[in-house]
């Protein structure tokens, strides 16, 4: 059975950091593309980050560049984020998601698989 289990959500202030992780069951997921996603209430998903299934290609989208990482554990079947100076337009509910092709895609209808989600809120 397929899972992606997020993890590392939660409050913080502005300008903290936190480390959010994803354990996936049930696939091959070295062979994926992994990416983050993010949805504020009454807002649509936004594309966070995606990397390819190597981890040699990663996209992020504009307003998180150079404050985000995304990276991979293949031997762990796990994908993170790690996210510096976070901001208020930083919360929202993060999904973590599989896709099958392998690349680090930026476009939410590729993926296949996904998680419930962690909610992050930063207050300023």
């Known amino acids: 059975q397929v899972q992606l289990v997020e993890s590392g959500g939660g409050v913080v202030q502005a300008g903290d950091s936190l480390r959010l992780s994803c354990e996936t069951y049930?696939?091959?997921?070295?062979?994926?593309?992994m990416g983050w996603f993010r949805q504020a209430p009454g807002k649509e998903y936004q594309i966070v980050a995606a990397?390819?299934?190597?981890?040699?290609?990663?996209y992020y989208r504009n307003s998180v560049k150079g404050r985000f990482t995304i990276s991979r554990d293949n031997a762990k079947n796990t994908v993170y984020l790690q996210m510096n100076s976070l901001k208020p337009e930083d919360t929202a509910v993060y999904y973590c998601?599989?896709?099958?092709?392998?690349?680090?895609?930026?476009?939410?209808?590729?993926?296949?698989?996904w998680g419930q989600g962690t909610q992050v809120t930063v207050s300023s």
């Open positions: 990397i390819n299934w190597s981890g040699g290609s990663v």
């Open positions: 049930g696939f091959t997921f070295s062979t994926y593309g």
């Open positions: 998601a599989a896709e099958n092709t392998g690349w680090a895609t930026p476009s939410r209808a590729e993926y296949d698989y």
